[in-house]
């Protein structure tokens, strides 16, 4: 977003097997090759293996100057849980829409256009082996 790269959350191996997930949020500027945690606020909540959706200050979209975090959770759980984290005030919102699906490990994009729709595909849900989450949008 704004040609910054956002990082939220993600998880770490305590112990070789079981991931831990965490609560951290980074940005990093590709001009200046740095990362800076001090900048933006960590999460108010650990996940991992969630997607994020960032939106251009300038762009048309509702969203403009926001980062939508979508699904991820706690391993091995999945969330329906969406977060939208507002660049400017440095705050996350919990109330923005959640997912139909609790999922992790999905893959996601956004379709421009008038409207714009995000879509969600695939995933983690409720077990490691197919099939996986239904397309969301």
Do not use: C
């Not at 979508?70 to 984290?85: F, M």
């Amino acid at each position: 977003m704004d040609d910054l790269i956002y990082g939220f959350g993600g998880d770490i191996s305590v112990d070789g097997v079981n991931l831990l997930p965490q609560t951290i949020a980074e940005v990093f500027n590709p001009g200046t090759g740095t990362w800076d945690d001090a900048s933006i606020a960590d999460l108010p909540t650990a996940s991992g293996e969630g997607r994020a959706y960032g939106f251009d200050i300038t762009s048309n979209y509702k969203l403009a100057g926001k980062v939508v975090i979508a699904g991820g959770g706690e391993w091995p759980s999945s969330t329906s849980e969406v977060e939208l984290y507002d660049v400017n005030a440095d705050s996350y919102d919990y109330s923005f829409t959640h997912l139909n699906t609790p999922r992790r490990n999905q893959a996601g994009f956004f379709v421009q256009g008038n409207q714009g729709v995000m879509w969600v595909y695939g995933g983690r849900a409720g077990a490691d082996t197919p099939p996986y989450a239904p397309p969301e949008y």
